[in-house]
């Protein structure tokens, strides 16, 4: 069985991202999770969904009358593997960026019935 507060602190740690377009509506959905490590905040997710380096940003609230404010993310970083047996770098489905400290995703509910 799943330890509880492990499942409440999912949430923290779970975050959509939006694939926004030139006018900033989000047109394609992601997910990554925030990991803190060594003083640093990271973003990991996967390469297949963000790999097209599009403008890829985490919703952080909600403002009254003028929408959701997005934190633009920048360019994603890919991770590659080699080995001394094979000097070919090969693709891990894995992209991270490093954001603030301070980033706190927004996070909205959804009403169950």
């Given amino acids: 069985m799943a ?13 959509q991202l939006n694939l926004l377009n030139a006018t900033r509506i989000p047109v394609e959905f992601a997910s990554g999770c925030l990991i ?10 996967v390469a ?6 599009g403008n890829w940003a985490v919703q952080v609230r909600y403002v009254p009358g003028q929408g959701t404010e997005n934190y633009q993310l920048g360019t994603m970083h890919s991770l590659a593997g080699a080995s001394l ?21 927004f996070r909205q509910e959804i009403a169950s019935k």
Avoid at 36 to 45: Q, V
Avoid at 85 to 105: C, N, Q, R, W
């Fill in 48 to 53: 297949h969904a963000t790999g097209n380096q």
């Fill in 3 to 15: 330890d509880p507060a492990f499942i409440n602190q999912l949430p923290l740690s779970s975050v």
């Fill in 36 to 45: 803190d490590y060594h003083g640093k905040r990271i973003l990991l997710t």
């Fill in 85 to 105: 047996s094979d000097p070919m770098l090969k693709g891990i489905d894995f992209s991270y960026v490093e954001v603030p400290a301070t980033l706190h995703p």
